[in-house]
């Protein structure tokens, strides 16, 4: 019978019931998955459901670095450049996971080389450039750079130093183990976690830019905002400390704010104890949904003057559909550009970025190893490690070709594999068409657009504070009882989070560019200002200085001595937390 005819080829004989079944905190019934091994021949139905759940997992991290950065850095009043930016990094990463996911083999001489993985292992944009990309372009627009030209020499740049990941996708990973062991790598990852967790509360309470001016509404300093063309003197307004959801203007923290962003919160908790593995698999996106329909369907009512002395009650909505409406109906690559270029003192931070990513990277296909049963022994594993880099450098200069942010290899969908049981490669070919088709319906990137900053800071909230808790995972890996592991954790740490909690400790207050105590830079020439913003871009990002000081400690720092006469005492034993 003739495969497109064939119900057994469609719809296969897949348990859907186990999956689609919610959850009870106090059930303990087991539960029985059926495993789908890495090569299986899965149903077009049940590869197309497995799909799914991995891009609904990834999308709510996938689109957040595109929609951060052209929202606050570039375009913050421009919805269509802000409404392209996450079509672009959806169809970027749903082709790169495509071929992620099949393994394209590359013969170079005597050794066969390979581009992917050839596991069930997704990629997505990389939350370890954001960080960089907003000081990069905070620092070429106090110099007078267009955003959307600053926006490009990122593009350019990143083109240039993804070169760095290519050539060591081409060195034994064992050896790159060697350098970057777990409580490095460990580090880099606790630290990319804590520095956007903050920028998650910035959105939480309202939005990043709200937040960084909401100094101008202290009451010590009422008196000097006002517009320097009537008085030098005045603090210019714009940006004010004023929060914008839809037609509500509220300041920065307000309680209506993060009662929306809360109940994203409140859905995952739910999610989490009564979801089926479905849901769960797609807690992220269910829970942003919840959070944009209590917004829907909430609205901020004040008394205002009626025009006749008395008042009247006006109610506004805190969600509108004018960006829904603006959007195209389809859209696809390169309908927005940008001119790339280049720039100097992003280099070196980019590099220690593209070095986090290929440790990160190790560790992802490991873990997917793992998640899937499959043997760390023999050169499939090897070939898998080399092929993922490999991919990582190549991915990451094709998605700025494609004027996206770099891509990386995703961890959170190990989870998705560990809870559906299912490893097969054609789900992940199915996520990633998922996400292509995800993309190209550009309405999809208007709904996102649309959703108010507190809601998307209590999903952001969540998703970069899980950047923390894999790291914390790395770290365990390693010996913690070791004294000279304890002095790298609390020196690489102390000063990565110091960083975080005070960023302008090294770096230029917001519009008071060259201005820093710790290197003032007004009169210096354009060389020595090249020279300053990157190195102050290094020092002000954590898990740039963080990486550093702890590659530099495991490197000089001698060995624990071997302690004799020292009886081993067995550990207490916790006692269990109740199981659901």
């Known amino acids: 019978m003739p495969f497109a005819m064939d119900k057994k080829s469609w719809i296969g004989d897949y348990d859907y019931r186990a999956l689609c079944t919610p959850m009870l905190p106090w059930q303990n019934k087991e539960r029985k998955l059926q495993f789908f091994p890495r090569d299986a021949e899965m149903a077009i139905l049940p590869a197309a459901l497995m799909g799914l759940q991995h891009a609904f997992a990834m999308v709510g991290g996938l689109i957040t670095p595109p929609y951060v950065v052209m929202k606050f850095s570039v375009g913050f009043m421009d919805t269509d450049i802000q409404q392209y930016a996450i079509a672009a990094a959806l169809i970027v990463s749903g082709i790169c996971t495509i071929i992620n996911c099949l393994q394209i083999p590359i013969p170079l001489g005597p050794k066969k080389f390979y581009l992917g993985t050839g596991c069930l292992s997704v990629i997505g944009t990389s939350f370890t450039m954001l960080p960089i990309f907003e000081s990069a372009i905070a620092q070429m627009k ?302 999809i990137a208007g709904i996102i657009t649309s959703i108010p900053d507190c809601v998307l800071g209590g999903m952001t909230i969540f998703l970069f504070c899980n950047v923390f808790v894999s790291g914390i995972k790395v770290v365990a890996s390693a010996n913690l009882q070791s004294r000279r592991n304890v002095f790298i954790l609390a020196v690489s740490m102390g000063v990565g989070i110091g960083v975080a909690m005070m960023p302008h400790v090294f770096n230029d207050m917001r519009a008071s560019p060259y201005s820093a105590n710790f290197w003032p830079c007004a009169s210096c020439s354009d060389g020595e200002k090249a020279v300053r913003n990157g190195i102050l871009i290094f020092l002000s990002t954590p898990y740039c200085i963080g990486t550093v000081l702890a590659l530099l400690l495991n490197g000089i720092l001698p060995s624990d001595p071997v302690i004799e006469g020292l009886e081993a005492v067995e550990p207490t034993k916790e006692p269990k937390a109740m199981e659901a």
């Open 142 to 443: 106090a110099d007078g750079t267009d955003a959307y030209d600053a926006y490009g020499k990122m593009l350019g740049t990143v083109m240039l130093c993804s070169f760095l990941e290519i050539f060591l996708s081409f060195v034994p990973p064992d050896k790159l183990r060697k350098m970057f062991p777990p409580i490095v790598s460990g580090v880099t990852v606790m630290l990319i976690g804590v520095s956007l967790t903050g920028t998650g509360m910035k959105y939480w309470g309202g939005g990043a830019v709200c937040a960084e001016m909401a100094w101008k509404g202290h009451s010590q300093v009422a008196g000097l905002v006002g517009f320097p063309r009537d008085d030098p003197a005045k603090v210019d307004p714009i940006p004010g400390p004023m929060c914008t959801a839809g037609e509500v203007v509220l300041g920065y923290g307000s309680p209506e704010l993060i009662g929306l962003g809360f109940s994203v919160l409140i859905m995952l908790v739910l999610v989490e104890c009564f979801g089926s593995p479905f849901m769960k698999n797609c807690n992220v996106v269910i829970a942003l949904l919840f959070g944009y329909f209590v917004a829907g369907v909430s609205q901020y009512c004040v008394d205002v003057d009626d025009g006749n002395g008395g008042t009247k009650e006006q109610c506004l909505d805190y969600v509108t559909d004018a960006k829904i409406k603006s959007a195209e109906g389809i859209t696809f690559l390169w309908v927005e550009t940008f001119d790339v270029g280049f720039y100097g003192p992003a280099v070196f931070p980019l590099l220690i970025a593209f070095i986090v990513t290929t440790v990160e990277t190790i560790g992802d296909i490991g873990a997917t190893y793992d998640a899937s049963h499959l043997s760390r022994d023999g050169d499939d594993y090897t070939n898998s490690i080399q092929g993922g880099l490999l991919a990582d450098g190549v991915f990451s200069f094709f998605s700025a070709i494609c004027t996206s942010m770099p891509n990386t290899t995703f961890s959170q969908n190990n989870g998705v594999i560990t809870l559906t049981k299912c490893a097969a490669r054609r789900a992940g070919v199915a996520c990633g068409i998922w996400l292509v088709f995800m993309g190209i319906l550009s309405k």
